[in-house]
């Protein structure tokens, strides 16, 4: 069965840089999150989208921005980046209204040097 | 605010026994879901099992059950015939009712498994 597919997996990126991470759902699921896992510690809910409209935030720094496009995939857009923002970040997608199970993509791992 | 705890940082069980992880939750809805998740060494998210709150009947799937109180608010994971691939660190997370809602998750239970 088809996944949550990210990318990249790994990204290594200097203090103060711009990094992009991408998410494609599972087909046909209209709803998408974003999570932050720092280490050892539990994910935290960034922010959503439903049928390309944000639908929930959480605490998302506002040097992060996020989008959905036509086609469902998403795009976390993070500048000015710091150290602090080295952390494992999952995309998860769900299939909305019909259930609330969210399938969780491999995550992409930023490294902010 | 929706509350996820989770009380045992670390649990361990030998190989083919069972074990028990808890979780107990707060929150004011009175339709919501629960999960527990199950993250390996690899770091992927897998979902384990699911429990709606308007279902009496505990969910099952395969060795995993969980033992559902509402009323205390009480979600726990039941683990049988424990096996070394399911080692790994153990999330419980909650949902409200209604699309596109976060999932609140607890700080996890670390499981090991001894052969």
């Known amino acids: 069965a088809a996944g949550v597919i990210q990318s990249p997996r790994h990204l290594i990126k200097e203090k103060r840089e711009t990094a992009t991470l991408k998410c494609y759902p599972i087909p046909r699921h209209d709803t998408v999150y974003w999570y932050q896992q720092g280490p050892g510690q539990d994910p935290q809910f960034l922010i959503s989208f439903y049928e390309k409209m944000q639908s929930d935030k959480g605490s998302i720094p506002d040097r992060f921005s996020a989008q959905q496009f036509s086609d469902y995939h998403s795009e976390l857009n993070m500048s000015s980046l710091e150290l602090g923002d080295s952390a494992l970040y999952f995309c998860?997608?769900?299939?909305?209204?019909?259930?609330?199970?969210?399938?969780f993509g491999p995550g992409t791992r930023l490294t902010v040097t | 605010a929706q509350t996820v705890t989770q009380s045992q940082p670390e649990m361990s069980v030998q190989e083919a026994e069972t074990v028990t992880l808890s979780c107990t939750y707060d929150?004011?809805?009175?339709?919501?879901?629960l999960f527990w998740y199950k993250q390996p060494p690899s770091r992927q998210m897998i979902l384990v099992i699911r429990?709606?709150?308007?279902?009496?009947q505990n969910a099952t799937e395969n060795r995993f059950s969980v033992n559902f109180q509402k009323a205390a608010k009480s979600f726990s994971l039941k683990i049988s015939d424990s096996q070394l691939g399911d080692a790994a660190m153990y999330f419980c997370a909650q949902h409200p009712q209604g699309g596109s809602e976060k999932l609140v998750f607890g700080k996890g239970t670390k499981l090991t498994v001894n052969p």
């Open positions: 929150t004011s809805e009175s339709d919501y879901y």
């Open positions: 998860a997608s769900s299939p909305g209204q019909q259930t609330y199970e969210q399938y």
């Open positions: 429990q709606e709150a308007y279902k009496q």
